[in-house]
């Protein structure tokens, strides 16, 4: 069995957001978690990352393109789904697809709450199949300043949440994770406030550009990549992107998100793609995209693009805001 090593980003100055969490939290991890966090780095699931690394998921039926799909090289289906950010697994980039071999995507359910008239529980099934799936190229830019271009299968959020009839005291939608310890490692870990927590305001969620997404290449999700249901928002950093959504709750405030609480000073609740606005730890203006066949984990460093080459389509959802402010 070959081992897929990911090396470090080359002489980058950027810090993941995971190295600066462990700085920030490391004490705490250790008192609060000390014996999982031991066994945690122990065990290696061979068999799991074996399996996860031959071609993941069911196919699925598909329309056809997007016009909203770029044409640039796409990443490999091998790093797209081997280099992740999935801190549920561990905050390395290999833990989602080395340790998600316990994760259980079926059956799998989403409560809806809030400002809607029908609200409930609803089965993935359900929730999916009035919906023709496309697919959809997009570019996606972590906030790490690395990027990816990736076909995702989906649904236009939109076309989801208006089923539900969200009433007009319905200003924000919010998003959470699944918490199964059991089968997620990285919950052993208090690095980020779980469940994993996303939101955006009801006009963003209703864009056609935002997708929720049930697969990737043609298949269904790997866990590592967000099974059996994720948000795709392209034109914001990755981490908008919430995976393996259990719930969805129509709000009248802004929702709390867990980037924001755990360092509200890095990660702002819109956390638009905006070259022009630096991390407080580097700069935003370049990313290097991972791109290509084969290992091309170095990429190449191209400059970023304000909303992330989206601005045409949803800059306006921002006018009169101050984007140097409201990050
Ligand atoms: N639940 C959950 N969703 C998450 C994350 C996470 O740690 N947990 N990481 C986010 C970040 S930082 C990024 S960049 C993207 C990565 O998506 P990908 O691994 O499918 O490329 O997922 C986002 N969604
Ligand atoms: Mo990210």
């Not at 950027?14 to 999982?36: D, F, H, M, N, V």
Request: hydrophobic letters at 40%.
């Amino acid at each position: 069995m070959r081992r897929y090593a990911v090396p470090a980003p080359p002489g980058s100055q950027i810090t993941p957001e995971s190295t600066w969490l462990r700085r920030r939290q490391i004490l705490k991890a250790l008192a609060l978690a000390g014996p999982a966090l031991a066994a945690g780095c122990g065990r290696a699931e061979d068999g799991a990352g074996a399996q996860a690394a031959e071609l993941p998921g069911e196919p699925l039926t598909v329309t056809g393109r997007s016009a909203y799909s770029t044409d640039e090289t796409r990443t490999s289906l091998r790093d797209a789904t081997h280099y992740n950010n999935y801190y549920e697994f561990g905050t390395g980039k290999d833990d989602p697809w080395r340790r998600s071999g316990r994760f259980k995507p079926a059956p799998w359910s989403v409560e809806v709450a809030g400002h809607a008239e029908l609200t409930g529980r609803f089965a993935l099934e359900d929730l999916v199949k009035p919906h023709t799936l496309e697919e959809r190229v997009y570019r996606m830019r972590c906030v790490e300043a690395w990027s990816m271009v990736i076909p995702w299968v989906g649904i236009p959020l939109a076309d989801v949440l208006k089923r539900f009839r969200p009433t007009s005291q319905a200003k924000y939608v919010a998003f959470t994770t699944v918490e199964r310890p059991a089968e997620m490692p990285g919950l052993s870990y208090p690095v980020l406030r779980w469940p994993y927590r996303e939101g955006l305001r009801i006009d963003e969620a209703m864009h056609p550009l935002a997708l929720l997404a049930v697969g990737l290449y043609g298949r269904t999700l790997p866990a590592q990549n967000g099974a059996p249901l994720r948000l795709v928002v392209p034109w914001k950093y990755g981490f908008k992107g919430i995976k393996s959504i259990v719930r969805i709750d129509f709000t009248e405030s802004q929702p709390a998100t867990s980037w924001n609480l755990s360092a509200g000073d890095e990660y702002g609740f819109f956390a638009n793609v905006n070259p022009a606005v630096s991390h407080p730890r580097w700069s935003q203006a370049s990313e290097r995209r991972i791109a290509g066949d084969g290992l091309n984990l170095l990429g190449n460093r191209i400059a970023t693009l304000p909303f992330n080459g989206y601005a045409d389509q949803v800059a306006s959802l921002y006018a009169g805001m101050d984007l140097r402010i409201h990050y």
